[in-house]
């Protein structure tokens, strides 16, 4: 296995440094849509998993425009970056890399929440809170969408093998 088997989980951590239930609804959404992950993690199939997963994604996207929303880089907020870039990291890493996958995740959001939280400040201050969110909202979720829609397959197998 190559490095770029591993970039849709350096992906995937890219999109949870801005949006941290976008991975997990986003999986949850490829759940539904009868798609599989290459990594193997039972937790995804569960669908007590599917439909909080979704809640929280939408939950995040509004709570994201209220004025006492925290800044993503507060311990919670990277706690939730390292959890859902850890677990979507692994699922989309091949089978038997998971744990490479999730690492490469969690090593990329991390550090990117920093960036991303800059560059949300400066466009609030440019556009204010609400567009900000809602542009950043449209980014992230079709990035989101996008690698996972490009990694996972109808019967399990990954596009990238």
Same mark, same amino acid.
Do not use: C, N, W
């Given at each position: 296995?190559?490095? !770029?088997?591993?970039? $849709?989980?350096?992906? &995937?951590?890219?999109?949870?440094? #801005?949006?941290?239930? =976008?991975?997990?609804?986003?999986?949850?959404?490829?759940?539904?849509?009868?798609?599989? =992950? $290459?990594?193997?993690?039972? /937790? %995804?199939?569960?669908? /007590? @998993?599917?439909?909080?997963?979704?809640?929280?994604?939408?939950?995040?996207?509004?709570?994201?425009?209220?004025?006492? #929303? !925290?800044?993503?880089?507060? @311990? %919670?907020? /990277?706690?939730?970056?390292?959890? *859902?870039?850890? &677990?979507?990291?692994?699922?989309?890493?091949?089978?038997?890399?998971?744990?490479?996958?999730? %690492?490469? #995740?969690?090593?990329?959001?991390? $550090?990117?929440?920093? %960036?991303?939280? #800059?560059?949300?400040?400066?466009?609030?201050?440019?556009?204010?809170? =609400?567009? *900000?969110?809602? &542009?950043?909202?449209?980014? &992230?979720?079709?990035?989101?969408?996008?690698?996972?829609?490009?990694?996972?397959?109808?019967?399990?197998?990954?596009?990238?093998?």
């Amino acid at each position: 296995m190559k490095a !770029p088997d591993l970039l $849709p989980s350096a992906l &995937i951590g890219a999109v949870a440094s #801005a949006r941290s239930m =976008t991975p997990m609804a986003a999986l949850a959404a490829a759940h539904l849509a009868k798609r599989k =992950t $290459p990594g193997r993690l039972r /937790l %995804l199939t569960h669908p /007590l @998993f599917t439909a909080g997963a979704l809640a929280m994604g939408v939950g995040e996207l509004y709570g994201d425009k209220m004025k006492s #929303a !925290p800044d993503r880089t507060v @311990f %919670l907020g /990277l706690l939730a970056r390292v959890m *859902s870039a850890g &677990i979507a990291g692994s699922a989309l890493a091949p089978k038997g890399r998971e744990r490479a996958g999730g %690492l490469v #995740a969690v090593l990329t959001a991390v $550090p990117l929440a920093y %960036l991303t939280l #800059a560059g949300r400040k400066r466009a609030m201050r440019r556009i204010g809170q =609400t567009k *900000s969110g809602l &542009i950043e909202d449209l980014l &992230i979720v079709a990035s989101g969408a996008a690698v996972v829609a490009g990694t996972v397959r109808k019967g399990g197998t990954s596009r990238r093998r």
